[in-house]
């Protein structure tokens, strides 16, 4: 993908009193403005006053706010050039030249100009595969491409995705909330950046770092279960647990006294998660995220390494004539997602054995509690993959209570306002 481009020269205005065009470039003199011209009437770099030059800063990113440069060089990074702000009071024309780095004026008299700068905000899935990935491993991200040299490279899903894996790396995101400290119910997580539809618009897969409570998903429908009530001595969160809600994944009878591993007729994922959460998210962050094409492919086993997994989830049927496929904005993760979460040297492991502390202590979605994934068990019309609360894979009934973790998928676009990842200093979006 090719890398955002950040503006490294940045220029301002000349005085023009004949018909030309003006190339404005960085000057090693503070005071004086060099400009080249194609006019061979005109003498190259010829110095003309900076008089009225005026350089406009935006003070904050997207506040539309600017004040007037006092700096006696160049701005050289952070900001990109603002063609619609930028203009002349007799006319001149301002355009920024990509392909050089500056800023190019078309006048035919006296003039006098404004060139604004706004401040540089990235796209988010750019930053973290252009600025955070710099190779396999480094700040917990892994390339899948298939040809990676480490250990387990071999088990990558070869989807071109980037993905964070290991212990803590720092893929902390505020959602949510503008709030000066992140408020912990609105700490997500980055599972990874991926192409599906192979279009080079990579979107940015969340997680919400801890469980939901009812407050949040809702008591409605037939699948909400009550306050988890299963063991939680290895919880990892920070949460009161008893304020932490289940979920049956699909309380549908008419299938079976077990319920029904058909995703698309849960009414946890019709009401509690997509019209329940959807609204608690609020209309200004649900602009924010992606419809999605969640696969609802099965598996016979857990016994299964991610990679595995992973093909199946996409290339599988599932139980009968289950969907195989299912779009709306929030799910839940794959199983592959939490494989692929722990660190490499557990890659060709089955999930099923992955409830192993040195794995766990290295497989940052791991967080301690009986939590639903979104697949299903093939080989019957009841049965779901969730992750059981010692680490490993199991299958259990769609009819009984799991603690969830909503996930989503951003809009390809969505900008990046700041954050280093952290928990403490997670990124933050524009919105």
Known sequence: ???????????????????????????????????????ANVSDNRVISSNALTMMYETVAGSGEYQISSDTTWPQEGYVFNDRLSKCENGSELSWDDENNRVIMEANTSDKCYVYFDVYVPIFSDYIINDIYTEDGENGLYYHDGVGTYTN??????????????????????????????????????????????????????????????????????????????????????????????????????????????????????????????????????????????????????????????????????????????????????????????????????????????????????????EWTITPRSSSSYSVFYVYYYGGLNSYRADYGRAARPVFYLESNVSLQGGSGTSSDPYRLAV
């Open 153 to 370: 490279a071999n088990q990558e899903v070869g989807d071109n995705s980037y993905r964070f894996s290991g212990a803590d790396p720092n893929n902390y995101v505020c959602f949510g909330s503008d709030e000066e400290t992140c408020p912990a119910e609105n700490l997500y997580r980055i599972i990874g950046i991926f192409d599906d539809d192979k279009d080079s618009n990579y979107q940015i897969k969340l997680i919400k770092s801890d469980y939901t409570t009812s407050d949040m998903l809702g008591t409605d429908g037939r699948d909400y279960y009550g306050a988890y009530s299963s063991s939680t001595s290895n919880y990892k969160g920070s949460m009161d647990t008893s304020t932490i809600a289940e979920y049956r994944w699909n309380y549908d009878t008419s299938v079976s006294t077990y319920g029904s591993n058909n995703w698309t007729t849960s009414e946890f994922n019709t009401i509690n998660l997509n019209t329940n959460y959807w609204n608690y998210l609020g209309s200004t962050w649900q602009n924010l995220i992606a419809e999605t094409t969640w696969h609802l492919g099965g598996m016979t086993s857990y016994n299964n390494t991610a990679k595995a997994f992973y093909d199946g989830e996409r290339n599988n049927t599932g139980y009968g004539s289950n969907p195989t496929t299912y779009s709306d904005e929030i799910g839940l993760m794959y199983p592959s997602d939490y494989g692929y979460a722990a660190s490499p040297d557990a890659w060709a492991t089955n999930l099923v054995s992955y409830n192993n502390s040195t794995i766990t202590s290295n497989n940052w979605l791991y967080m301690g509690l009986d």
């Open 1 to 39: 993908m090719e890398k955002p481009k950040k503006l490294f020269i940045f220029s301002g205005i000349v005085i023009c009193l004949i018909t030309i065009t003006l190339v404005i470039i960085n000057s090693v003199n503070s005071d004086k403005v060099i400009y080249e011209s194609d006019n």
